[in-house]
T-cell receptor, first 108, second 117 residues
Framework: QKEVEQNSGPLSVPEGAIASLNCTYSDRGSQSFFWYRQYSGKSPELIMFIYSNGDKEDGRFTAQLNKASQYVSLLIRDSQPSDSATYLCALPESEVTFGTGTKLQVIP | GAVVSQHPSRVICKSGTSVKIECRSLDFQATTMFWYRQFPKQSLMLMATSNEGSKATYEQGVEKDKFLINHASLTLSTLTVTSAHPEDSSFYIC?????????????FGNGTRLTVT
């Protein structure tokens, strides 16, 4: 079974800092990854996907994929209190596999 | 706008009754939909994979006779919690994705908060 692992946190960062969220995966053949954000009591929402090595930037978010080392990261620049949520990385194959999620707390 | 619609968003029922939750893909056909359950402060847990026109595939530990899944069309899957008990109280979420593309993400419904009294 394809597995995804994340540190459950919580990860606390001060407002304005860079938050770095990491995810490792077991299947070397995995091609693409998604990052979802889930606010407490809400369903996950897609924030980014990445399927090639390197970085992908979207506003304050940067996803980084390193297939050789089998990890994918999400960087959030200029963190805001509204970024406080649980971040899930996921493999999009048919048996959608989610990490347990990392809880991020941005301290004002 | 939302591409997956889930209804109802919140339901309260008495112990022993059944509850049906609907999940619709709004602008695409979904041969596969997924049902999740999430207890407070816990991870999203996949319950079952709903396959259009065939039986659902349940994850280990999920009772198929208690959580009935019907995927009768390419845009609708339903989850029925039969003979609900207080321990079934949870947040149920469905998701669906467009098929055939590696960059096709899952879209989630807004979830259904079930409270069994």
């Amino acid at each position: 079974q394809k597995e995804v692992e994340q540190n459950s946190g919580p990860l606390s960062v001060p407002e304005g800092a860079i938050a770095s969220l990491n995810c490792t995966y077991s299947d070397r053949g995995s091609q693409s990854f998604f990052w979802y954000r889930q606010y407490s009591g809400k369903s996950p929402e897609l924030i980014m996907f990445i399927y090639s090595n390197g970085d992908k930037e979207d506003g304050r978010f940067t996803a980084q994929l390193n297939k050789a080392s089998q990890y994918v990261s999400l960087l959030i620049r200029d963190s805001q209190p509204s970024d406080s949520a649980t971040y899930l990385c996921a493999l999009p194959e048919s048996e959608v596999t989610f990490g347990t999620g990392t809880k991020l707390q941005v301290i004002p | 706008g939302a591409v997956v619609s889930q209804h109802p968003s919140r339901v309260i029922c008495k112990s022993g009754t059944s509850v049906k939750i609907e999940c619709r893909s709004l602008d695409f056909q979904a041969t596969t939909m997924f049902w999740y359950r999430q207890f407070p402060k816990q991870s999203l847990m996949l319950m079952a994979t709903s396959n259009e026109g065939s039986k659902a595939t349940y994850e280990q530990g999920v009772e198929k006779d208690k959580f009935l899944i019907n995927h009768a069309s390419l845009t609708l899957s339903t989850l029925t919690v039969t003979s609900a008990h207080p321990e079934d109280s949870s947040f149920y979420i469905c998701s669906a994705g467009r098929q055939g593309a590696l960059d096709s993400p899952l879209h989630f419904g807004n979830g259904t908060r079930l409270t069994v009294t």
